[in-house]
């Protein structure tokens, strides 16, 4: 394709992305799935209060103001999302538009790094319309834009795959260096970063090429582990917070918090097919097949790493079930294999002729994820879960009736997290099921304020408790 026509690849995927990803940008913590906002977001403002060097760039993810000594880390995940938040509040403000401005930026890297990808493959054609088929994909427009792991992972395993192919085709070393420096710097983004190097490393060694150097990323990405864990031990004193998070992520708990179910394969089967159906293009899936017949199949080492890539996604699936079982972004890296390949059969329908199947399939793909960010994702704005409402309307009273270093007792029974409630009303929460456990709380812990949250539907208000007691009868 002369080079003249090859800016529209790149440029028509990102115009298609934009809009969707900044659709709803600007709505408060109220979805089902904000508290992952709400819990990096009050890390971030935490760092930009307190300075990374009190912090030790470590995530506190609990409102309100305290003293060094009473920091308390959350230790589940790599460091590198809130301080990349915190900078980005730095720069616009404490918005929660700001917070979703970087899982975007990086969603928007990621289409120009699929786009970069498929056409290294198999050629500018098959690379634009990837990024076509990737930002069509209803898990990429909304959660593209969640401030939690997997837009800053998928962004730096696709660098990382990107320069690997650089390399493995042209064997100059500044491509394996860059593809070492991207995938440890994922990995202090997200854990699952450090698969890719090892599945490329694979890939290199099927394919009965140079392979020595590509053990490189796999170094890398080794190191940064152990950086990072090593961070956590440090700030928590131990690992025990780590090791239960990651026991807890590949048990088969039903639920996050307070449930005893469990489930078995057929309910995880079950369930990741219920999911795929709603944050996947059915029209881009029945691609996937006619693919693996061969049509818009080249090279073998080209298949090969498409069957990596997805190896990538599924390992973040099955190798932490109980989180794929209960959160369906789990399933976010698989819009990567899902977009070369449609791009792939999509660019052969092009070579034969066939463009008007090509736009019949892309119009057909953009109606059905219209509909389901619509009726399916997005409805979560327009319905909002009514837990993080009341959350919502009982922060600016909790504001009023506290100061900022008070450290606050609730008596409620709220079934869900709070994480939305300690961002709005900015204030050291704990919260107690009932008068019992807060009693038990009461007297192990010192409280400034402790409260019993009155919960009558949307209608909620703060009663002191425990309450004054009475005067005496006369």
């Known amino acids: ?30 979805g089902s799935f904000d508290a992952n906002g709400a819990r990096y977001s009050t890390a971030a403002r935490n760092t930009l209060r307190y300075g990374f060097w009190a912090t030790r760039g470590g995530q506190i993810i609990d409102g309100g103001m305290r003293e060094p000594s009473e920091y308390v880390y959350y230790a589940h995940h790599p460091p590198a999302l809130p301080l990349t938040i915190a900078t980005s509040f730095a720069v616009f403000g404490l ?8 899982a975007i930026a990086f969603t ?71 593809a070492s420096a991207a995938s440890a710097t994922g990995v202090f983004y997200a854990w699952i970063v450090f698969v890719l190097p090892w599945l490329l490393l694979g890939h290199a060694l099927l ?30 004193g131990g690992l025990d ?81 109980q989180g794929a079982y209960v959160h369906i972004y789990y399933q976010f890296y698989l819009a990567l294999p899902l977009a070369l390949v449609g791009g792939f059969v999509l660019a052969e329908l092009g070579r034969r002729r066939l463009v008007w199947l090509t736009a019949l399939i892309l119009v057909a793909m953009a109606v059905q994820s219209e509909q389901r960010l619509r009726r399916d994702l997005h409805r979560s704005y327009a319905r909002p879960d009514p837990n993080y409402v009341r959350q919502f309307a009982l922060a600016p009273k909790l504001r009023s009736q506290t100061e900022p270093t008070d450290k606050v007792l609730l008596v409620w029974a709220l079934p869900a997290s709070f994480r939305q409630l300690a961002w709005e009303a900015d204030r050291n929460i704990t919260i107690a099921k009932d008068e019992a456990e807060a009693r038990d709380l009461a007297a192990k812990r010192q409280f400034n304020a402790r409260f019993v949250v ?4 949307y209608d909620v208000d703060l009663r002191p408790w425990p309450e004054p007691a009475r005067p005496p009868a006369r």
């Open 1 to 30: 394709m002369p080079k003249r026509h090859r800016w529209p690849t790149w440029l028509v995927p990102l115009a298609v992305a934009l809009p969707l990803l900044l659709w709803h940008v600007s709505e408060p913590w109220t």
């Open 95 to 102: 918005h929660e538009w700001a917070a979703r401005l970087v």
């Open 108 to 178: 928007l890297g990621s289409v120009v790094l699929v786009t970069w990808l498929g056409y290294q493959l198999a050629g500018p054609r098959a690379g634009g319309l990837a990024g076509l088929v990737f930002v069509l994909q209803p898990m990429i427009a909304f959660y593209g834009r969640m401030p939690d792991h997997e837009a800053p992972a998928l962004f730096f395993a696709l660098l990382t795959a990107c320069s690997y192919v650089r390399w493995h085709r042209s064997g100059e070393t500044r491509w394996i260096v860059l």
């Open 207 to 236: 394919v009965r090429g140079r392979w020595r150097a590509a053990v490189w990323p796999c170094g890398a990405a080794l190191l940064a582990v152990v950086c990072v864990v090593a961070h956590i031990a440090l700030l928590e």
């Open 241 to 321: 917070e780590l090791w239960g998070a990651l026991a807890h992520r590949t048990g088969a708990q039903a639920a996050d918090r307070g449930s005893a179910a469990t489930f078995g394969l057929a309910g995880m089967l079950g369930r990741q097919c219920s999911y795929f159906s709603i944050a996947f293009n059915w029209v881009a899936a029945a691609l996937v097949p006619v693919w693996l017949l061969g049509f818009g199949r080249a090279r073998m080492s080209d298949t090969l790493l498409v069957a990596a890539l997805t190896l990538f996604g599924l390992a973040n699936v099955f190798g932490f079930p």
């Open 454 to 457: 009155e919960d009558a539907g």
